[in-house]
């Protein structure tokens, strides 16, 4: 079964203090893995997409990457503005074109 | 450019009463998906149209349908409401059926007492 991992499911950090948030996965086949913010009842902000292990993206204090088995989300030196849940989404192979999301993680940061 | 929009914002209504929502997708984006997201979970998969067909169907209930129309807006319909209903109903539109990224709408809160 397809399914979608993340943690941890919530983290508190000072500002400026890094870190990652982790994403692994269970998938036939990847066709890609999607990284999305959301704010607290709004919906999710599309950031990242990624489609083979190894690929990177970058925006801002965020910073994706990619292996078979997982995804990281590495947040540099980040500001309270940051606070949010991060989502994490997979689109497996032969489905179409649906996404499997994880639970997210809440992100607190504190100035 | 305009984001996908979706109506109305919140909504309360009594068990077994019927619902529709409604969802307009970015100007040029023919692909139109449906998902609820329950307190505390992540978006979980209802239907995704494209060029007015269904092309997937995730593990809803017969009591929730959708339909897509010429101009590529999208109706999501849920009959016989129960409490478990209740939930934020994300619409996410996408150039085309695959291979695509999603953009997601701000939502309708549902509210089923």
């Known amino acids: 079964e397809d399914q979608v991992t993340q943690s941890p499911e919530a983290l508190r950090l000072q500002e400026g203090e890094s870190s990652s948030l982790n994403c692994s996965y269970t998938?036939?086949?990847?066709?890609?893995l999607f990284w999305y913010r959301q704010d607290p009842g709004k919906g999710p902000e599309f950031l990242f997409t990624?489609?083979?292990a190894g690929e990177e993206k970058e925006k801002e204090r965020l910073k994706a990457t990619l292996t078979k088995k997982e995804s990281f989300l590495h947040i540099t030196a980040p500001k309270p503005e940051d606070s949010a849940t991060y989502l994490c989404?997979?689109?497996?192979?032969?489905?179409?074109?649906?996404?499997?999301f994880g639970k997210g993680t809440k992100l607190s940061v504190k100035p | 450019d305009a984001g996908v929009t979706q109506s109305p914002t919140h909504l309360i209504k009594t068990r077994g009463q019927q619902v529709t929502l409604r969802c307009s997708p970015i100007?040029?984006?023919?692909?139109v998906s449906w998902y609820q997201q329950v307190l505390g979970q992540g978006p979980q998969f209802i239907f995704q149209?494209?060029?007015?067909?269904?092309?997937g169907r995730g593990n809803f209930p017969d009591r929730f349908s959708a339909r897509q129309f010429p101009n590529y807006s999208s109706e999501l319909n849920v009959n016989a409401l129960l409490l478990g209903d209740s939930a934020l109903y994300l619409c996410?539109?996408?150039?085309?059926?695959?291979?695509?990224?999603?953009?997601f709408g701000p939502g309708t809160r549902l509210t089923v007492t």
């Open positions: 998938v036939s086949g990847l066709r890609g």
């Open positions: 989404a997979v689109r497996p192979v032969g489905s179409q074109g649906n996404l499997i």
């Open positions: 990624l489609y083979s």
């Open positions: 149209y494209y060029e007015k067909e269904e092309r």
């Open positions: 996410a539109s996408s150039l085309a059926n695959l291979g695509y990224e999603q953009y």
């Open positions: 100007s040029g984006h023919k692909s």
